[in-house]
């Protein structure tokens, strides 16, 4: 009797049988497959396909619908992917707020930013930009960050390139 494990990526599964993992093979992942997917495809291409699949393993987006104990809610991973966003975007809401939530997710993310401080410039900008351009046109000097830390303590998160509003 033979074990089988997966690796779930972005782009689909590799499934492989008795702990060798060159006997293996990819099975893609679509907005609609389900576990009895994932077996019919395994056995098309003569693999074993218990019952039971074992996700070992993970990468990118995937990796967030993995448990500790070799799990995966392909459902929710399947919802996760087929909404708006950039999967890294998705994986980082994920980090901060703990699971997915698409209605969420659309309220609090912003967009991408090269980092705090560089985010609330732009902000400041386009919120106050004639304000800004005032003080610093009599000499005013703005703690950009100082201004960042404040603005990300209370009302923004940054993770992974993206800032999300803390809702």
């Not at 972005?10 to 008795?18: K, L, N």
């Not at 495809?41 to 987006?61: K, P, Q």
């Not at 698409?102 to 560089?118: L, N, R, S, T, W």
């Not at 005013?140 to 390139?161: K, Q, S």
């Amino acid at each position: 009797d033979m074990n089988t494990t997966t690796t779930v990526s972005d782009d689909g599964i590799f499934a492989y049988t008795g702990g060798i993992p060159t006997n293996g093979c990819w099975v893609d992942l679509e907005p609609d497959t389900s576990w009895d997917d994932i077996k019919l495809a395994m056995r098309a291409m003569g693999r074993s396909a218990r019952d039971e699949i074992l996700v070992a393993d993970a990468d990118g987006l995937a990796k967030k619908f993995l448990s500790p104990y070799d799990s995966f809610d392909l459902d929710g991973y399947l919802a996760c992917a087929t909404a708006e966003g950039h999967p890294d975007a998705k994986a980082a809401f994920i980090s901060h707020f703990g699971e997915w939530d698409a209605e969420a997710f659309e309220d609090a993310f912003v967009g991408p930013a090269e980092h705090e401080v560089a985010f609330t410039q732009e902000w400041f900008d386009e919120m106050h930009g004639e304000a800004i351009k005032q003080a610093e046109e009599t000499g005013l000097c703005i703690d950009w960050e100082r201004t960042a830390y404040a603005l990300f303590v209370n009302d923004f998160y940054f993770d992974n390139g993206y800032v999300f509003r803390r809702v």
